[in-house]
Every structure is written in structure tokens, then in C-alpha cells.
């Protein structure tokens, strides 16, 4: 099982020049939505002056998750070049953006493409691409006597608690590495003393 992807590390930014326009590439590592939103709402104030800030990003693992935005250039001559880099090197969970200054001299639809391309490849180019390990959030549920029992498993799979309830039913939440995840839950459901459940 594909349990493995690919992402930066951190935030990379490059710069590509061309016939006296600016692009100003910049990647980030995103968990969601609502990081995008915040990412380029910091761009377009730190780059106030610019007259476009072209996008796109990904986030799942299945390619169907992304969005691209040509922000006011010609229909796919921003937004789709950018979203090409990320395909191109197989990424997700990531956002690029290009920040144009333009130069006084028009690319022309081609020159843009280019450009959007050039300065999304330039970032990631000074970023570093780094490879995670897909996994599931599980639940397993116990009473508190047979807390010995459960943490001795967690334990013996190499797992740390996400996050813990310690009540009259107590509870433990682990994510599991994708690969494991059967045998993982086989292993708590040999203990008969829990249950457990996908979040």
C-alpha cells in the first residue's frame, strides 16, 4: 500500500525576471483550506503593489483536491502553469503562489505561462521536498482496568497517544501508519478487553 507523500518541508520562495517583470514565487506546506486563505492574504499585503497574485494548490492524496486562480491574467496563462509544478513533481498539501510586477513590456500569453511556471520552479527549487508517511487516527476505547493491557500494545507498536481520556471509560486516540492499520486493529481486537474505530 501507497502509505507514503511528498511536500515541503517548510516555506521556499525564488524569483524569476522576464522583459522587466517580476515574478516572485513563494511555496508553503498546508493542512487545509483555511491555510491558503491565510497565506495569500499575508502575499497580497506584503506585496500591496502587485497586480497579481496568481495560485494554485493541493491538498488529499488522490489529485482531486487542488484549486488554481490566474487573478485577473488571461484565462490559464497563471493558475494551471503554477498547478502543473506541483503535478510535475508529484506534491501535495501544498500551496504555490506568484506574485507579477509588471515590467511595461506584455509577455503575451505564452510569456506568462512561462513566467508563472519559472517563478513557482524557481521556489521550489530553494525549497526542501521532504517525504511523510500517510496515517489514520484511530479510537480505541477500554475500561479502566485494562489500561495496562492497551498501553502495553501501543507501546509494543511503537505508537504515541495523540490523545487521551482517562475517565470512568477511558479512551486512547493513535495515528497509525496506513500499512499497520489492519493489523494494528487486529491486535486490539485479539486483547477482547477494547474497541476501536476510525476518526
Request: include cysteine.
Amino acid at each position: 500500500m501507497e502509505d507514503t507523500y511528498r511536500t515541503l518541508k517548510g516555506p521556499c520562495e525564488g524569483l524569476f525576471k522576464a522583459k522587466g517583470s517580476k515574478h516572485f514565487g513563494y511555496g508553503f506546506p498546508i493542512g487545509s483550506e483555511d491555510d491558503v486563505k491565510i497565506h495569500l492574504d499575508a502575499l497580497k499585503k506584503q506585496h500591496h503593489a502587485a497586480r497579481h497574485v496568481a495560485y494554485a494548490w493541493m491538498l488529499g492524496f488522490d489529485g482531486t483536491m487542488y484549486r488554481s486562480s490566474d487573478d485577473g491574467e488571461p484565462s490559464n496563462s497563471a493558475g494551471p502553469p503554477i498547478l502543473g509544478v506541483i503535478r510535475a513533481n508529484d506534491l501535495t498539501h501544498v500551496l504555490f503562489a506568484v506574485v507579477r510586477y509588471f515590467g511595461g513590456t506584455k509577455l503575451g500569453v505564452g510569456g506568462l505561462i512561462e513566467a508563472y511556471r519559472e517563478g513557482a520552479a524557481e521556489a521550489l527549487a530553494n525549497g526542501v521536498v521532504v517525504e511523510r508517511i500517510r496515517t489514520q487516527r484511530l479510537r480505541i476505547a477500554f475500561a479502566y482496568e485494562h489500561m495496562g493491557i492497551v498501553m502495553g500494545l501501543i507501546k509494543r507498536w511503537e505508537l504515541e497517544p495523540a490523545a487521551t481520556d482517562f475517565q470512568l471509560s477511558c479512551s486512547v486516540d493513535v495515528d497509525v501508519r496506513l500499512a499497520q492499520v489492519a493489523g494494528f486493529v487486529e491486535a486490539v481486537e485479539d486483547t477482547r478487553v477494547a474497541e476501536i474505530s476510525a476518526l
